[in-house]
């Protein structure tokens, strides 16, 4: 068969053309610096990007160390800065050390793959995140994935192992419908097998634990040698980058074997610096945690659910993808800004609103929640 003539990319038209006809087509949507809009669709969940002090941090650090690291972290990438976050990192959520990576995303590939590879099981929850998901492709490793939350399943998975070592992974708090992994018993069923558990602690971080140390610091499993934790810097701490949390022999491991760590560069000092002020104002306002969950509890009820969230996440399932993108962009042109999650995001058939309470939300801004919410729910579920 002769191809001469042919794009090599005309296939993308057919991609672009069944993805649009499947109500799955999307657009990059521009915001101007100081938005107009309710955002109930960000993961600021503590209100803290655009905190005095957490600027303030961000700027100090830009002045002193310069606008980016200048290497990989192994070269010329790591300050002094580095250092003093991870060190208070550490101390805050109960670890033995923690490392910086570059972004949540190249946290969770470096810690899953340098943890496991061939001749290693690796079982995931099938609603982990893609960072994990794409974790375990890297990984070389014998993959399970499980039923979501189902302890039962990775039990089995890892009693019918044959390979020497075993890795489970699983988010604390899972970003698409908020629920809470069950990590008590995850971490019980680990021990049995002799397997590591890792857990991503984004979406906990800031909201769970006491003062918002995260779900494992609240269930007691903080510090334990067979618990490695990632979290990113970009949701309750409203900066940029991602964290390893572990025993000081992972922390040394992944410095000498993790390639998102050793081969990129190093996180620009500026996120450093304003996670490192926004870690010091949660420390000092605590409460701001508990508020989280208030607003959340909040928004759940003006959505007409009667439970209680366990997060900062608020999931509204409506199903068809066109009804949850249609409802979305009722909520923006009322002036509120929601999360619209679709297929392959979210399973086909549970496409919907994902809303995000912060600790900052007015009084006002929850009356123009409920008012807009409740009209724009009414006609998307008539």
């Not at 310069?66 to 990192?89: K, P, Q």
């Not at 857990?199 to 918002?212: F, I, K, Q, T």
């Not at 140390?213 to 609240?218: S, T």
């Not at 979290?231 to 900066?239: I, V």
Request: with cysteine.
């Amino acid at each position: 068969m002769t191809h001469t003539g042919l794009s090599p990319l005309a296939w993308l038209a057919d991609v672009e053309r069944d993805r649009r006809a499947a109500g799955l087509r999307r657009a990059l949507r521009t915001r101007p610096p100081v938005g107009t809009e309710l955002d109930l669709a960000s993961n600021d969940y503590l209100g803290l990007s655009q905190h005095p002090a957490v600027l303030d941090g961000g700027i100090a650090a830009l002045r002193t160390w310069g606008a980016g690291a200048g290497g990989s972290r192994l070269v010329t990438g790591n300050t002094e800065l580095h250092e003093e976050f991870e060190t208070a990192l550490a101390a805050f959520v109960g670890s033995e050390s923690a490392l910086v990576f570059s972004s949540g995303y190249t946290a969770n590939i470096g810690a899953v793959v340098a943890l496991t590879g061939p001749g290693a099981l690796l079982v995931s929850d099938a609603m982990t995140h893609a960072s994990l998901v794409d974790a375990c492709r890297l990984s070389r490793s014998r993959v399970v994935v499980t039923p979501h939350r189902d302890v039962a399943a990775v039990e089995a998975a890892l009693a019918e192992r044959t390979e020497e070592r075993a890795v489970v992974v699983t988010e604390s708090v899972f970003s698409t419908d908020g629920a809470l992994a069950p990590l008590r018993k995850l971490r019980e069923v680990c021990r049995r097998h002799g397997a590591l558990l890792i857990v991503d602690e984004a979406h906990g971080l800031g909201v769970r634990g006491s003062g918002g140390q995260g779900l494992v610091q609240e269930l007691g499993l903080a510090g334990d040698p067979d618990i490695v934790v990632t979290t990113t810097l970009s949701k309750a701490l409203g900066s940029q980058g991602g964290a390893v949390l572990g025993p000081a022999a992972v922390r040394a491991h992944l410095i000498d074997t993790a390639r998102t760590f050793i081969f990129d560069t190093g996180l620009t000092p500026a996120a450093v610096g304003a996670a490192l002020a926004a870690l010091q104002v949660l420390i000092a306002e605590p409460q701001r945690a508990h508020a989280v969950l208030t607003h959340a509890t909040e928004l759940a009820h003006i959505c007409g659910s009667p439970e209680q969230p366990d997060s900062a996440v608020v999931s509204v399932i409506l199903g068809d993808p066109e009804v949850a993108v249609g409802a979305a962009a009722a909520c923006l042109d009322r002036g509120i800004r929601v999360g619209c999650f679709r297929p392959p995001t979210v399973p086909a058939g549970t496409s919907r609103l994902r809303l995000t309470a912060r600790a900052s939300l007015s009084d006002d801004e929850m009356a123009s929640a409920r008012r807009v919410l409740s009209e724009v729910l009414a006609a998307a579920r008539a």
